[in-house]
């Protein structure tokens, strides 16, 4: 079974410019996450998708942070415009279902604003 | 979601039975109790969770105390692959509130 892929894996962008991730999750899978994980903290979660609509975006930084899924497979979250403290891990995982108790992480990407 | 608290690191030598604590005095009823960990540079990986009775899979064991206030999580034989920060989280079928977690160093 193919895991969830994420790119690029690694980014590296100056302040005020966007930047976007691409998620795939795990076939089949209805429910996907994107988490942001900061330096010596734990995975938070952004946004959460139940096939193509939204579950939960309140903790996403909506005046600059915005995500899409389209068709309720691959996702995309794009940052515009970057700014320092937004230099984290951004991980996408799966589940098959928004109230499954096994969530599947991706490798994530590094993202450093400079 | 309750709120739980893991000792930041410990230290285990292979082969050795890893024992992680975890306290979550605010637990609710409906909450359960999960384990994931996250080796080095890799997504956090699920390794079991539990409601009220003790739990066992390939991966480890978890015992959660009568009054569930408390888990631990066992790894029976620890490796070298174990190193990696294991998170405890309480939470209903829902979001993963993930806190800092427990850096377990496993050693030679």
């Known amino acids: 079974e193919a895991g969830v892929a994420q790119s690029p894996r690694y980014k590296i962008i100056e302040k005020r410019q966007s930047v976007a991730f691409w998620c795939n999750p795990i076939s089949g899978h209805a429910t996907l996450y994107w988490y942001q994980q900061i330096l010596g903290q734990g995975p938070k979660l952004l946004i959460q998708?139940?096939?193509?609509?939204?579950?939960?975006d309140s903790q996403l930084p909506k005046d600059r942070f915005s995500a899409e899924r389209l068709k309720g497979v691959d996702s995309t979250l794009k940052i515009q415009p970057a700014k320092l403290e937004d230099s984290a891990v951004y991980l996408c995982?799966?589940?098959?279902?928004?109230?499954?108790?096994?969530?599947?992480f991706g490798p994530g990407t590094r993202l450093t604003v400079t | 979601d309750a709120k739980t608290t893991q000792p930041p690191s410990m230290d285990c030598a292979e082969g050795r039975a890893a024992n992680l604590p975890c306290n979550h005095s605010?637990?609710?009823?409906?909450?359960?109790v999960y384990w994931y960990r996250q080796i080095h540079s890799q997504g956090p990986q699920y390794i079991i969770h539990g409601l009220k009775n003790n739990e066992t899979n390939e991966m480890a064991s978890l015992i959660i105390t009568e009054d569930r206030k408390s888990s631990t999580l066992i790894l029976p034989h620890a490796t070298l692959r174990d190193t990696a920060v294991y998170y405890c989280?309480?939470?209903?079928?829902?979001?993963?509130?993930f806190g800092k977690g427990t850096m377990l160093l496993v050693s030679p």
């Open positions: 998708f139940q096939n193509n609509g939204v579950v939960d």
């Open positions: 995982a799966s589940s098959l279902a928004s109230l499954s108790y096994e969530q599947y």
């Open positions: 605010t637990i609710s009823g409906n909450e359960y």
């Open positions: 989280i309480v939470s209903g079928y829902s979001t993963l509130t």
